[in-house]
């Protein structure tokens, strides 16, 4: 596509449809990936916790105001939309944080077939697929979620690791062999849930494995 072919295609992009910041939901330009206000407030360097198991997971933001506000509208408010440029800020810690890291694969936390049925998509595929799209590595559903437990955020931090034991399976246990996988989702939290992907995983006898989360949670 020429340059002036994606300068037509903006302009008419921009004239049907309203942008909006994904933090505030102010209108913004149509190649600005934030307000001009709420770009100020970002962290200047990612956040850095380690899953269950001590796997590194690398975050732009705090689980916390305008960030929070980002995430709800994102994951319950049918706004997958703001995958794009959510993914770009997550990008940017990934950059950071690995970058002496090639990964071979760029996959996410699975969502269960009825939970994905009621809200239509899963938030972490999409940022999933976005950061695969925007570091030029190849994207792949690698894990399945086979049972239906409760979710993280209802119970107590004390019961979360025991919630998602047995929940998860490889889908190609083959494929998985030798790669190096960066998983996503959408935040962290005590860290149980990508502990629990990397470790079946890492069953698979997989390579070295590292995760990105939008927001990581100050409060365990």
Known sequence: MTHFIKNVFGTIKGFFFTVRCPYCGSVIELAKNSCDKCRKKFPEMPLVR???????????????????????????????????PLAHEMVRAIKDVYCDKDFDIVTCVPMHKDTLKERGYNQAELLARECAKLLGVEYADLLAKTKKNKTQHSIKAA???????????????????????LIIDDIITTGST???????LNKCKCGEICCCTLCTSLLV
């Open 50 to 84: 380690y899953a269950t198991g001590g796997y590194i997971c690398t975050s732009p933001f705090p689980y916390e105001k305008i960030f929070r506000n980002a995430v709800i509208n994102f994951k319950f408010h049918n706004c997958g939309i703001y995958a794009e």
């Open 159 to 181: 019961e979360r690791a025991k919630n998602v034991i047995g929940v998860y399976s490889p889908i190609d246990k083959n494929f998985i062999k030798g790669k190096r996988i």
């Open 194 to 200: 990508l502990g629990e992907c990397a470790r079946i």
